[in-house]
């Protein structure tokens, strides 16, 4: 037997990522997102609301960063989809986190993200449906605590945590299960 919830946007799981933007007084400023990804080769779209901070911030640079959390910042990084900077001018200091500028877009890099994204702007799009930014992905970040012995970023490592929209949970992630293009190809020879 299976139970209807009418329209929901349930999807497990969800991705929590974290956009780095400057403020107008080159402040920090934090936010946690679930609503977006990667959306080609070297793009990321973010689904926000136009309310935010972090917008405005975009719309101003030009850029951001997008980070994945680990569990160890958990407690952080909900905060920063807690708290709008729109009304606490010291969210990003009161986090005790810490970051510098990024070498190739204006926008900060949380030293305590294992995984960041340096993005420009590609195109915002205000659509009836929500607004979308689209970034070009300009360059990766990886600390080297979540690099296997080759040098190649060990997704285990980064100890990331999804979101989950049914119950408003977190979860860890990290355990592999399978090989991508491989697991399932003894399906194949049928």
Request: contains cysteine.
């Amino acid at each position: 037997m299976a139970k209807n919830f009418g329209v929901q946007p349930y999807l497990f799981p969800m991705p929590t990522y974290m956009i780095g933007t400057y403020n107008e007084d080159d402040t920090v400023d934090v936010m946690m997102m679930a609503w977006g990804g990667i959306c080609a080769e070297d793009m990321v779209a973010l689904n926000l609301e136009a309310n935010h901070k972090t917008v405005a911030n975009i719309r101003a640079r030009k850029a951001f960063t997008l980070s994945v959390p680990g569990v160890d910042t958990l407690a952080e990084s909900d905060f920063f989809g807690i708290a709008t900077s729109n009304k606490m001018a010291d969210k990003f200091e009161r986090s005790g986190l810490h970051a510098v500028k990024s070498e190739q877009v204006d926008a900060p890099v949380v030293t305590e993200y294992p995984l960041t994204l340096e993005c420009e702007v590609a195109e915002i799009q205000d659509q009836p449906y929500g607004l979308r930014i689209l970034g070009k992905i300009v360059n990766v970040i990886a600390d080297d605590k979540i690099l296997d012995e080759a040098g190649k970023i060990d997704a285990g490592k980064i100890q990331a945590f999804a979101f989950d929209q049914m119950r408003n949970g977190y979860y860890a992630i990290g355990e592999k299960v399978g090989q991508a293009w491989h697991s399932g190809a003894g399906l194949m020879k049928k």
